[in-house]
């Protein structure tokens, strides 16, 4: 990932629309990405993973998908709500480790 | 659930002071633990890779006479700051592996702790 500034993407979206945020990942090689959220002052909390053998996977609200390719993830949100504003980050990591190389950031807001 | 705890929450030192801080993984062991860093309005930084019984790995451009890290049991990780200095003031996050974890590559965070060097 790569840490670009002192500013954060911003998604802002309506309460109980969709949200879709997204990541760039840098390491071709990698084999295992998580999505985490964080809230203000607090550490990153796990929201759902996905290993490179997958291209989908779903969990309660929440879908990850993953194209290798063009190394891109996306994390989508159904039906959004308040309680999901935080930042969201995409982490990726190799095989043979356990270090996690974090993504830039998206900040959410959602509206009511 | 796995918990990991950080000690102290937040801390404010004056500039040359040494802060240490605490990493603890309350319900499960830990043989690898991670030390983060994070600035406002940016993404987390890896700093070192501590290993129980052996020498952290830092990464590059994070001195290691510095930031000083101790992992000397399964369940307790300590990362000082030595003479620490205004630029130094960050949000330090760590992280633990669950040794005897059955998912793969099982990494949990603690809440962090916010350190402010005047």
């Known amino acids: 990932g790569e840490n670009v500034g002192l500013h954060l993407p911003t998604l802002s979206v309506q309460e109980g629309d969709n949200s879709i945020i997204n990541c760039a990942y840098s390491?071709?090689?990698?084999?295992?990405f998580i999505w985490y959220k964080q809230e203000s002052g607090k550490g990153p909390q796990f929201i759902i993973d996905i290993r490179s053998n997958m291209d989908k996977r779903q969990g309660q609200r929440v879908t990850v998908l993953l194209n290798k390719t063009v190394k891109h993830l996306s994390l989508q949100i159904a039906a959004t709500q308040p309680g999901d504003s935080a930042v969201y980050f995409c982490?990726?990591?190799?095989?043979?480790?356990?270090?996690?190389?974090f993504g830039k950031g998206t900040s959410l807001l959602v509206t009511p | 659930g796995a918990v990991v705890s950080q000690h102290p929450s937040w801390v404010i030192c004056k500039s040359g002071t040494s802060v240490k801080i605490e990493c603890r993984s309350l319900d499960f062991q830990a043989t690898t633990m991670f030390w983060y860093r994070q600035f406002p309005k940016q993404s987390l930084m890896l700093m070192a890779t501590?290993?129980?019984?052996?020498?952290?790995?830092?990464e590059q451009g994070v001195e290691k006479d510095k930031f000083l890290i101790n992992h000397a049991s399964l369940t307790l990780s300590t990362l000082t700051v030595t003479s620490a200095h205004p630029e130094d003031s960050s949000f330090y996050i760590c992280?633990?592996?669950?040794?005897?974890?059955?998912?793969?590559?099982?990494?949990?965070f603690g809440p962090g702790t916010r350190l402010t060097v005047l």
């Open positions: 982490a990726e990591t190799l095989n043979s480790g356990y270090a996690l190389n």
């Open positions: 390491n071709s090689a990698s084999d295992y």
């Open positions: 501590s290993n129980e019984g052996s020498k952290a790995t830092y």
């Open positions: 992280s633990a592996v669950n040794s005897g974890g059955s998912s793969y590559n099982e990494q949990f």
